[in-house]
């Protein structure tokens, strides 16, 4: 019963607030708060606790100590530099180095011919833009007929037929057949749209297959230039090609 009278009476009570800086201590900034106050004293009290751990650890500190680290840091300038190692290799480790890489981007490019293969046999590359495109030549024996010459007359098939390279049938076939497969321009325009972003990919792969057989063929030059033979560039490296030494000939036992 006590309990609900204090909380109804502080329901009814004033309620107090802080008040805000004096007119003429504005320019002093913002007047503290309580909780402003203990988070400053709350860091001053953890910063004054580090800096007496450091002297306690500077007082109590062995001079004969010793770390392994200290090997491998230097002080500069007040601050603690770890040195940096120089890996060796010898010129065998550095081949076999090169040699692994030469392995790993050699069978990255051929998984990536593979799925072109792949992707070849599916599409079967009937309307590639990269493709080039095939002539057809048709021969007359006088003006008239080449004045007269329609395509899609001379071609037996309907005139929205003509610009396909596949799929054309004549007139008679769709005159005497029914129309087989999908009819629906949705579902016609979701299927081109599949085939071209499979075109694309395909592009894609074809230009990656490129960039690593050239940079297979780069590190394999590099690879080549650690021996010792005499040799002289005959062509320098590009984007697109590496670059063409030539080797003295020399006799192997």
């Known amino acids: 019963m006590a309990a609900a009278f204090r909380k109804a009476a502080k329901s009814r009570q004033r309620e107090h607030r802080e008040r805000s800086q004096p007119g ?31 002297r306690k650890k500077a007082l109590e500190k062995n001079p004969d100590e010793f ?41 990255k490019r051929v998984a990536e011919a593979k799925k072109i293969e ?29 004045e007269q010459f329609d395509i899609a007359t001379h071609l037996r098939t309907a005139p929205e037929l003509v610009d396909r390279v596949f ?20 579902r016609l325009k979701r299927i081109a749209k599949e085939r071209q972003k499979q075109y694309d990919c395909l592009t894609q792969r ?28 005959v062509k320098k490296e590009t984007v697109n090609s590496p670059a063409i030494y030539k080797f003295q000939s020399r006799r192997k036992r």
């Open 24 to 54: 003429f201590r504005k320019h002093l900034g913002l007047l503290e708060k309580k909780k402003d106050y203990k988070l400053r004293a709350n860091d001053y009290r953890k910063k004054q606790e580090y800096l007496r751990a450091l």
């Open 67 to 107: 770390y392994y680290k200290m090997t491998r840091v230097k002080l500069q300038d007040g601050v603690h530099v770890i040195k940096e190692t120089k890996e060796e290799v010898t010129p065998e480790q550095l081949k076999l180095m090169r040699t692994q890489d030469v392995k790993y981007v050699e069978m």
């Open 118 to 146: 792949r992707l070849k046999s599916e599409l079967h590359l009937l309307d590639f833009q990269g493709k080039q495109q095939n002539k057809h030549v048709f021969f007359f024996d006088t003006k008239k007929e080449v």
């Open 167 to 186: 799929n054309r049938p004549t007139i008679e076939t769709l005159q005497k057949e029914k129309v087989k497969g999908v009819t629906d321009q949705t």
């Open 206 to 233: 074809i230009e990656r297959e490129k960039k690593l057989f050239v940079i297979a063929q780069k590190i394999q030059t590099r690879k080549d230039l650690l021996d010792k033979t005499q040799k002289v560039k």
